[in-house]
């Protein structure tokens, strides 16, 4: 069994957005990890390509899709560059990744992430999180990975300005479908940014595998 009070926990979108889903099932994949996690479908593959597509494009390696892929991502390049067109002149980072320490109470744990692009415009800053293929029945689960994002870029101000980077007072998340072609946006001010502080805490300390009081399966763990 992993002894979680020797290790400095790690708290992703990922797992944060599973325990807030089903505790067990977040104790099971991320701490025991007793079952295996989500396989990926061919749909799954099919984003993971086009998110490389993607980035590639924002590094300025890649003008067109390579030959021979579908139609459905034909299409969704082509709103993809419709989409940035009108913030290609501000800064930006693409599949921006980051490790903040950060103390909950009697516990350091470090927050990690990866955004898959970040826009510093004059009047905030902007994380997009691009789709494809169908997300209907898990939207909220998208929702509660943006807030942690915006929450997290909120930790990372200063840091950012540091780097030469313009400063901002509110974050904008934008959740893009590329395959919809429709986007969905939340903008949170200096107030509420702050007070992400006192709503996340209580389920970063409730994460601790340490303070489960239910008993996960003998027979996994034994297994294990």
Known sequence: MIQWFNMIRTISASSFSAYLACPKYYHYLYLTQTIPPPLSDIQGKKGQRFHFYLDRHAKGKLNSLPLGESSELENAWH?????????????????????????????????????????????????????????????WIHHVQMRFYAWCLWQMKNHLVKQKYPSFKTIETRIVNLSQQKEFV???????????????????????????????????????
């Open 79 to 139: 709103y993809y560059l419709q989409y940035i067109e009108p913030l290609q002149d501000y800064p930006t980072q693409s599949e921006w990744q980051f490790h903040i320490p950060y103390e909950t109470v009697g516990e350091k744990v470090i927050l990690t992430g990866r955004i898959d692009r970040l826009f510093f415009t004059p009047k905030h800053l902007i994380a997009i999180d691009w789709k494809t293929g169908a997300t209907e029945g898990i939207e």
């Open 186 to 224: 939340i903008q949170f001010n200096e107030k509420q940014l702050k007070g992400f502080a006192s709503e996340f805490d209580s389920p970063f300390q409730r994460m601790n595998g340490s303070q489960y009081t239910f008993l996960p399966n003998p027979v996994e763990l034994e297994n294990k």
